[in-house]
């Protein structure tokens, strides 16, 4: 995948999976890096349960991008101790 595709990937996973966990988006810049980040965290976890991970820009991919972003961020919370909402 190019890096835009990546970027854009990262911030639609990033912005889903914020709003699944907490409401609201992490902005722009922090929607990316948590959907970037939990791409590669979703490819690992699908591919360690023996599914595929990220392929391409795709539906499928997306779904794994924000499975690991959401992952990332409950992760993420339960370390930092943040509330969710």
């Given amino acids: 995948m190019s890096l835009l595709a990546w970027i854009i990937l990262g ?4 912005f889903i999976a914020s709003w699944i966990v907490g409401g609201t988006g992490q902005g722009v810049i922090g929607d990316i890096i948590i959907g970037v980040i939990g791409a590669v965290v979703g490819g690992w976890l699908f591919n360690f349960f ?3 991970g990220v392929g391409g ?3 499928y991919s997306l779904l794994v991008a924000v499975v690991g972003a959401a992952v990332l961020l409950v992760v993420y919370h339960l370390i930092t101790r943040t509330p969710h909402s």
């Fill in 11 to 14: 911030l639609i996973a990033g």
């Fill in 50 to 52: 023996g599914m595929a």
């Fill in 57 to 59: 820009f795709n539906l």
